[in-house]
Nanobody, 123 residues
Framework: QVQLVESGGGSVQAGGSLSLTCTASRGYFIMAWFRQAPGKEREGVAAIDSAGYIMYADSVKGRFTATQDNKNAKSTLEMNSLKPEDSATYYC????????????????????WGQGTQVTVSS
Protein backbone atom coordinates (compact mmCIF):
# COMPACT_ATOMS: atom_id res chain seq x y z
CA GLN A 1 0.00 0.00 0.00
CA VAL A 2 1.02 3.60 -0.57
CA GLN A 3 2.86 4.87 2.50
CA LEU A 4 3.02 8.57 1.57
CA VAL A 5 0.31 10.72 0.01
CA GLU A 6 0.90 14.05 -1.74
CA SER A 7 -1.75 16.68 -2.29
CA GLY A 8 -2.03 20.30 -3.36
CA GLY A 9 -0.89 20.17 -6.97
CA GLY A 10 -2.59 22.16 -9.69
CA SER A 11 -2.17 24.80 -12.36
CA VAL A 12 -0.92 28.32 -11.71
CA GLN A 13 0.41 31.23 -13.73
CA ALA A 14 4.05 32.22 -13.55
CA GLY A 15 4.75 34.22 -10.42
CA GLY A 16 2.03 32.47 -8.46
CA SER A 17 2.17 30.11 -5.51
CA LEU A 18 1.15 26.58 -4.57
CA SER A 19 1.45 24.61 -1.36
CA LEU A 20 2.02 20.85 -1.45
CA THR A 21 1.46 18.49 1.47
CA CYS A 22 2.88 15.03 2.15
CA THR A 23 1.18 12.94 4.81
CA ALA A 24 2.57 9.72 6.26
CA SER A 25 1.14 7.12 8.60
CA ARG A 26 4.21 7.35 10.84
CA GLY A 27 7.07 9.66 11.57
CA TYR A 28 10.28 9.54 9.56
CA PHE A 29 13.77 10.81 10.23
CA ILE A 30 13.82 12.54 6.83
CA MET A 31 11.06 13.68 4.53
CA ALA A 32 12.08 14.93 1.11
CA TRP A 33 10.61 16.35 -2.08
CA PHE A 34 11.58 15.46 -5.64
CA ARG A 35 10.25 16.45 -9.04
CA GLN A 36 10.37 14.99 -12.52
CA ALA A 37 9.36 16.55 -15.81
CA PRO A 38 8.72 14.42 -18.92
CA GLY A 39 11.97 13.25 -20.46
CA LYS A 40 14.09 14.59 -17.61
CA GLU A 41 15.85 13.07 -14.61
CA ARG A 42 14.23 13.08 -11.19
CA GLU A 43 15.55 16.08 -9.29
CA GLY A 44 15.88 16.59 -5.55
CA VAL A 45 14.06 19.72 -4.38
CA ALA A 46 14.17 19.79 -0.58
CA ALA A 47 14.82 17.55 2.41
CA ILE A 48 13.99 18.12 6.06
CA ASP A 49 14.87 16.00 9.08
CA SER A 50 13.16 15.61 12.43
CA ALA A 51 15.43 18.24 13.99
CA GLY A 52 14.38 20.81 11.40
CA TYR A 53 17.57 20.82 9.31
CA ILE A 54 16.60 21.68 5.73
CA MET A 55 18.38 21.36 2.40
CA TYR A 56 17.25 22.92 -0.88
CA ALA A 57 18.28 22.57 -4.47
CA ASP A 58 20.01 25.69 -5.77
CA SER A 59 17.25 26.13 -8.35
CA VAL A 60 14.57 26.70 -5.67
CA LYS A 61 16.47 28.49 -2.88
CA GLY A 62 14.72 31.68 -1.88
CA ARG A 63 11.45 30.60 -3.54
CA PHE A 64 10.46 27.30 -1.88
CA THR A 65 10.10 26.56 1.83
CA ALA A 66 9.82 23.09 3.38
CA THR A 67 8.30 22.48 6.81
CA GLN A 68 7.50 19.48 8.98
CA ASP A 69 5.31 18.68 11.95
CA ASN A 70 3.69 15.76 13.75
CA LYS A 71 7.15 14.33 14.48
CA ASN A 72 7.97 14.40 10.76
CA ALA A 73 4.85 12.53 9.74
CA LYS A 74 3.78 15.53 7.65
CA SER A 75 5.70 17.86 5.36
CA THR A 76 4.63 20.90 3.38
CA LEU A 77 6.39 22.48 0.43
CA GLU A 78 5.46 26.13 -0.04
CA MET A 79 6.28 27.17 -3.59
CA ASN A 80 6.40 30.87 -4.42
CA SER A 81 7.42 32.89 -7.47
CA LEU A 82 6.78 29.84 -9.62
CA LYS A 83 8.37 29.59 -13.06
CA PRO A 84 7.36 27.48 -16.08
CA GLU A 85 10.48 25.37 -15.53
CA ASP A 86 9.06 24.32 -12.14
CA SER A 87 6.36 22.33 -13.97
CA ALA A 88 6.72 18.66 -13.05
CA THR A 89 5.27 15.77 -11.13
CA TYR A 90 6.26 16.33 -7.51
CA TYR A 91 6.97 13.32 -5.31
CA CYS A 92 7.37 12.94 -1.57
CA UNK A 93 9.96 10.49 -0.27
CA UNK A 94 10.95 9.45 3.24
CA UNK A 95 13.68 7.66 5.18
CA UNK A 96 13.21 6.06 8.57
CA UNK A 97 16.95 6.17 9.11
CA UNK A 98 19.50 8.95 9.09
CA UNK A 99 21.12 9.73 5.77
CA UNK A 100 24.37 11.52 5.08
CA UNK A 101 23.77 15.13 4.15
CA UNK A 102 25.46 14.70 0.77
CA UNK A 103 22.87 12.13 -0.40
CA UNK A 104 19.67 13.57 1.05
CA UNK A 105 18.71 15.08 -2.32
CA UNK A 106 19.55 11.90 -4.25
CA UNK A 107 16.52 9.84 -5.29
CA UNK A 108 18.45 6.56 -5.04
CA UNK A 109 18.74 7.04 -1.26
CA UNK A 110 14.99 6.53 -0.75
CA UNK A 111 12.73 3.48 -0.95
CA UNK A 112 9.49 5.00 0.42
CA TRP A 113 7.63 7.17 -2.09
CA GLY A 114 4.27 8.78 -2.70
CA GLN A 115 2.36 8.55 -5.96
CA GLY A 116 3.08 12.11 -7.06
CA THR A 117 1.07 15.26 -7.67
CA GLN A 118 1.11 17.38 -10.83
CA VAL A 119 2.24 21.00 -10.86
CA THR A 120 1.82 23.05 -14.03
CA VAL A 121 3.07 26.63 -14.31
CA SER A 122 2.00 28.59 -17.37
CA SER A 123 3.73 31.64 -18.79
Amino acid sequence: QVQLVESGGGSVQAGGSLSLTCTASRGYFIMAWFRQAPGKEREGVAAIDSAGYIMYADSVKGRFTATQDNKNAKSTLEMNSLKPEDSATYYCAASRFALRVDIRLSSSAYTVWGQGTQVTVSS
